[in-house]
């Protein structure tokens, strides 16, 4: 599997070391001491409170953000997008409210790249918005993520925009995804990627297996968003394996990363369960989910009690914040090299009845150059090396190679070396809405 070099590179010059802070364990902790201290965040606690509740929390976090914002100038702008939801887990109309902090891209700012974690909790019983709820690691880990991403990246500029977003209602239906994939929308992003992050706290199974070394990353197969078309067209041409989702997580798979590596699980989210990443995917938007290695169930969705010497409830004491630190580091060697880099082309690729393959795709903004590249229809990862490199055009012919034999992809290049994740030549490759 290919590595990319550039994206550390990018948070490791000198020139943005002398300004940039270093991802924290500490303030990591603090952040997540802070959320736990609000006793519940359940979406259906106190709005109004100012010590306990979702409200207290939704407040701190904003507030958080509004501080990173006045440390680089004033670089943010905070939006509360929010709506009155109701649903199964919801009976009673309740106020959603997400936290958003947009650092517009200097050259693209409607090109978005997306980092988000949710901020409510729950307990065994998901009604119960009274008992405490700690939340720590689901997922006050995956919102101490976002704001140190936050203060990190904020400090630097990028063409494109990243956008950190911490979700509400996540517990009780994606309502907090929901919502920001309709504001994504709405605002005409155009969005190149969605990281969630929820339960990205713990290296330690509820069967004592201990795994602080990997981070599994999800990502769906088929897109949630094929109409009847691209699935029969995907049945005649390939395209199961190559959502934008799934492209997506094979490019955070090729980052450097020395200290954690990402174990690919092809499945939108885990066996029965979801994320706030799949509103996005409902809406075409390419969106993956970085989670533990090994999960923790003791430790998540539980009333705070011992029984026969075991010991439940989402409290700070199970989390292993060097495992975060790494976590969050990943996550920004990604938003960096994404919000860096161009979008990936849309590409196709003509092979049928012939002996030779003309791949075509269309020019792309920030783009200077393309490459090519393919991998065998069982192979995993795109090949080590293109089978083209870096050239301007915007097609180009393999002779003596037979099409069906091969997934061929289109990647675009920067004129400063960042590079998109590759795009594949198949319906529905390409990153974005069908229409």
């Not at 509004?66 to 009976?91: Q, W």
């Not at 700012?109 to 709820?133: T, Y």
């Not at 590249?373 to 293109?386: C, G, L, V």
Request: proline residues 6%; charged residues 25%; glycine residues 10%.
């Amino acid at each position: 599997m290919r590595n990319l070099l550039i994206p550390l590179a990018l948070i490791a010059s000198p020139a943005f070391a002398q300004t940039a802070p270093e991802v924290s364990e500490a303030r990591l902790r603090e952040d997540v001491d802070k959320l736990v201290s609000f006793g519940t965040r359940h979406t259906l606690s106190s709005q109004t409170d100012k010590k306990r509740g979702i409200g207290a929390a939704r407040r701190w976090a904003e507030a958080e953000m509004r501080k990173t914002s006045k440390a680089c100038g004033n670089c943010l702008t905070i939006a509360l997008p929010e709506y009155m939801a109701t649903g199964d887990r919801i009976p009673q109309p309740v106020r959603i409210v997400n936290v958003v902090a947009i650092q517009r891209g200097s050259e693209r700012p409607d090109e978005v790249v997306i980092v988000q974690g949710h901020i409510d909790s729950r307990v065994s019983d998901v009604m119960d918005a009274v008992k405490d709820a700690p939340g720590a690691n689901d997922d006050g880990s995956g919102v101490a993520l976002v704001l140190e991403a936050a203060r990190v990246l904020s400090h630097r500029k990028f063409p494109a925009t990243i956008v950190f977003a911490v979700l509400s209602g996540e517990e009780q239906g994606l309502f907090g995804g929901k919502l920001l994939a309709d504001y994504a929308k709405k605002q005409g992003w155009t969005v190149k990627a969605v990281l969630n992050n929820d339960i990205v706290g713990n290296s330690r199974g509820s069967d004592g297996l201990v795994d602080d070394t990997h981070v599994r990353v999800f990502s769906e197969g088929p897109r949630a968003d094929a109409d009847d078309k691209l699935r029969a067209a995907a049945r005649r041409f390939g395209g199961e394996n190559d959502s934008p989702s799934r492209n997506l997580s094979r490019y955070i798979a090729a980052l450097e990363s020395p200290a954690l590596e990402v174990r690919q699980v092809w499945r939108a989210d885990r066996m029965g369960r979801g994320g706030d990443h799949l509103p996005f995917q409902e809406l075409g938007y390419p969106a993956i989910r970085f989670s533990v290695g090994v999960e923790n169930y003791d430790h998540q969705h539980q009333d705070l009690r011992t029984e026969n010497g075991t010991v439940y409830g989402d409290t700070i004491a199970f989390m292993d914040f060097p495992y975060l630190a790494k976590v969050t580091r990943l996550n920004i060697a990604g938003l960096a090299a994404l919000a860096a880099a161009p979008m990936p082309p849309v590409a196709t690729a003509e092979a049928a009845v012939q002996t030779f393959t003309d791949v075509k795709w269309s020019a792309v903004p920030g783009a200077a150059t393309y490459s090519v590249w393919r991998r065998r229809t069982d192979a995993p990862a795109w090949e080590d090396k293109p089978v083209i490199a870096d050239v301007a055009a915007t097609s180009a012919r393999l002779g003596g190679v037979r099409g069906d034999d091969w997934i061929f992809g289109v990647s675009a290049r920067a004129a400063g070396g960042a590079e998109s994740p590759i795009s594949a030549a198949l319906p529905g490759g390409g990153f974005g809405p069908l229409n």
